[in-house]
């Protein structure tokens, strides 16, 4: 069998965000690059946060689905530099955030009010209501925040922007 960085691209783009599984590890751009030489495939992958549990189950995924398609000599680096952008996540995996619940992030890292950590007015996941408000800086996991939608009383994570 013939392995290919696109066949590999297209089998690893399949795998879920552990957290948050409605959106693939791809679309959130953590997928960054394949490398094929010889009998190795080295996977580069980048965190979205230091310390970020999930990416010990992405890895795994990522060696199994390796293994299925042959590759013994399956090996996942984590890269750091450039750091995780939310600049990264695809307008498709903003989109499927939004019908799941969570606010994707507002700003770009370019806003400097979002390297402040201070979102524009957020819309509701569920009502469209602008009437919002935070709750908590941290939310279900560390790379989100907890807020309140006051017309629908509905509590949603936001997305936070890095």
């Not at 948050?20 to 495939?41: C, H, M």
């Not at 530099?81 to 600049?87: I, R, V, Y």
């Not at 989109?95 to 201070?118: F, S, V």
């Not at 569920?126 to 009383?153: P, V, Y």
């Amino acid at each position: 069998m013939v392995v290919t960085k696109e066949k590999i691209f297209t089998l690893l783009s399949e795998i879920p965000d552990p957290e948050i599984p409605v959106i693939n590890i791809s679309e959130l751009g953590i997928l960054r690059d394949i490398i094929v030489k010889d009998d190795t495939v080295e996977v580069l992958i980048t965190p979205t946060y230091s310390g970020c549990p999930a990416m010990k189950q992405i890895e795994d995924d990522i060696l199994t689905i390796l293994k299925k398609e042959g590759v013994e000599n399956g090996k996942v680096t984590m890269v750091y530099n450039p750091a995780w952008t939310t600049d990264w996540i695809t307008p498709e995996a903003n989109e499927k955030l939004r019908k799941y619940g969570i606010a994707p992030p507002e700003k770009t890292t370019m806003d400097k009010g979002a390297l402040l950590g201070k979102p524009k007015v957020l819309e509701c996941p569920r009502c469209k209501s602008k009437n919002t408000k935070m709750i908590s800086q941290f939310g279900s996991t560390a790379c989100k925040a907890l807020f309140q939608c006051e017309d629908c009383k509905e509590a949603f994570d936001y997305f936070k922007c890095i």
